[in-house]
C-alpha cells in the first residue's frame, strides 16, 4: 500500500508531528449527557439494538461532530460486541451497566463460537462505512477512529459478568486457572485482531485499544495478559495495514507505561487522569504520540476550574505529537455547555 502523509490533524498526530493547537476529542462524546442521544436511545429501546442499527449508530456516532466539531469521530458501539459476537449472552440493565453469563472454566470457553461473530457484527461495519461517508462527504479534516476492549478488560466481563471495582474473580482465575485464561485471552486476541481488520477495510482511519483495567494486575500480570496480547494485535493489524495507527490505553498503569509503548509498538498511548503528563512526557519517546488527560470531572463543574486544569493538560502536550483528551468517558451529567467551552478553549491553544 502506498504510504501517503495524512493532511487531517489528529492524523497527523498520531504519525508524530507536533500539531498545535492539538486536535482534540473525547472519550464517550457520544452519550447521554446529549439530549440528542437520548432520543435516538428511546427510539432504539435497547442499548444493542442502537449498536447494531447502522443509520441509529452512525447518527449518534456523528452528533457530538455537528454540536461541538471535534477531530475524531469514535465509532458508536461497544467493547462488549465482541464477547457478544462470539455468543456470549449480554444484556445492559437499566442503571446496572452491562450483565454477561459468566464464563469461568475451560468446557465453558466452547460457547465462544468465533466462526459467527463477524456475520453477527456486520452492522457495525456498516456504521463504520456510513460514517466514513458522512465525514468524507462533510467534514473532511475529521478522521474515523474505530475500537475494540483490550482482552484483559474483556475477559473481566467475560468471567466476572459484570461491572466490579475490582474483578477479582478474572484476577483470581488468572492465577488459579492460567490455562483456562490463556486460553481466553487466545481467542479474544484473535476475535479482536480479525474486528479490527474489519474496520479498516469498513472505513476507520485510526484503532484504540480500550484496555480500562489493565492497572489492576501485577506487574508480572500486566507483562503477560495486556503487554503480550496487545503487541500481538499491534503486529497482527500493522502486518494487513502499516499504516494504520493504533492508540492504546492501559488504564492506570502508572510507571509501566513507557514499556507498555515501546513492547507494544502502539503509535500513541492514553494518559488516564492520574498520570502526570509531564512525567509521561518525559518518559516517553519525543516521537510518540500521547493523548489524554483532562479529568471528566472537571468539565462537570465547568468554569475556572476546567479552565485551569484544561490549560495545565495544554502546557504539558506543547512541542510533543499529542492529542487532547480526557483520562476517562465523559460521564452522563456533565453539562453539553462546558464541552463547547472545552473545545474553544483547546482550539486557542
Ligand atoms: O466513546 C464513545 O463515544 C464511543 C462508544 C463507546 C461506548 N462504550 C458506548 C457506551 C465506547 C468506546 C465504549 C467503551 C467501553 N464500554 C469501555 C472502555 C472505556 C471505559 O469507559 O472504561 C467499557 C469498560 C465498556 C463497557 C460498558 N458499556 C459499561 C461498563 C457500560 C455501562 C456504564 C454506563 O455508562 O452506563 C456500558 C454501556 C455504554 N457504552 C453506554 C454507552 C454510551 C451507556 C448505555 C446507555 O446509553 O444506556
Known amino acids: 500500500m502506498e504510504a501517503i502523509s495524512p493532511t487531517k490533524p489528529l492524523l497527523r498526530a498520531l504519525a508524530g508531528e507536533a500539531v498545535w493547537p492539538p486536535p482534540l476529542w473525547l472519550m464517550r462524546q457520544a452519550g447521554r449527557y ?27 456516532t456523528l452528533q457530538p461532530i455537528r454540536r461541538f466539531g471535534m477531530d475524531g469521530a469514535i465509532l458508536f458501539s461497544d467493547i462488549l460486541m465482541v464477547p457478544w459476537g462470539l455468543g456470549q449472552p449480554l444484556r445492559f440493565a437499566e442503571g446496572e451497566g452491562p450483565v454477561l453469563d459468566p464464563i469461568r472454566t475451560l468446557a465453558g470457553l466452547d460457547r465462544l463460537q468465533p466462526a459467527g461473530m463477524m456475520q453477527k457484527l456486520a452492522p457495525i461495519m456498516a456504521t463504520v462505512g456510513l460514517v466514513r461517508e ?10 474515523m477512529i474505530g475500537f475494540a476492549g483490550s482482552p484483559f478488560t474483556v475477559a473481566c466481563y467475560v468471567v466476572d459478568g459484570k461491572g466490579s471495582k475490582d474483578f477479582a474473580i478474572t484476577r483470581g482465575l488468572a492465577f488459579s486457572d492460567p490455562n483456562f485464561f490463556g486460553k481466553l485471552i487466545r481467542i479474544l486476541t484473535e476475535a479482536t485482531v480479525e474486528y479490527l481488520l474489519a474496520q479498516v477495510e469498513a472505513g476507520a482511519e485510526a484503532l484504540m485499544l480500550f484496555d480500562s483495567w489493565a492497572g489492576l ?4 500480570q500486566f507483562r503477560r495478559w495486556v503487554i503480550e496480547p496487545t503487541s500481538l494485535i499491534v503486529r497482527a493489524v ?51 504520540a500521547v493523548q489524554g488527560n483532562l479529568d471528566p470531572l472537571a468539565v462537570v463543574t465547568g468554569g475556572a476550574a476546567m479552565e485551569a486544569e484544561a490549560r495545565g493538560v495544554l502546557a504539558a502536550l506543547r512541542g510533543r505529537p499529542a492529542i487532547f483528551n480526557l483520562g476517562h468517558g465523559i460521564v452522563p451529567q456533565t453539562p453539553p455547555e462546558h464541552v463547547g467551552t472545552l473545545v474553544r478553549l483547546v482550539r486557542g491553544g
Open 217 to 220: 494486575l501485577s506487574p508480572a
Open 134 to 143: 458522512a465525514l468524507d462527504a462533510h467534514a473532511p479534516r475529521v478522521a
Open 238 to 288: 500493522r502486518k494487513r495495514h502499516p499504516n494504520i495507527p493504533i492508540i492504546g490505553f492501559p488504564r492506570l498503569a502508572g510507571p509501566l507505561l513507557p514499556e507498555y509503548a515501546s513492547r507494544t509498538g502502539v503509535q500513541c498511548v492514553g494518559m488516564d487522569t492520574g498520570m502526570d503528563p509531564r512525567w509521561a512526557a518525559n518518559a516517553l519517546p519525543a516521537t510518540l
Open 34 to 60: 446529549l439530549p440528542e442521544y437520548r432520543e435516538v436511545r428511546a427510539q432504539a429501546g435497547d442499548f444493542i439494538t442502537l449498536c447494531t442499527t447502522p443509520e441509529l449508530a452512525a447518527e449518534v
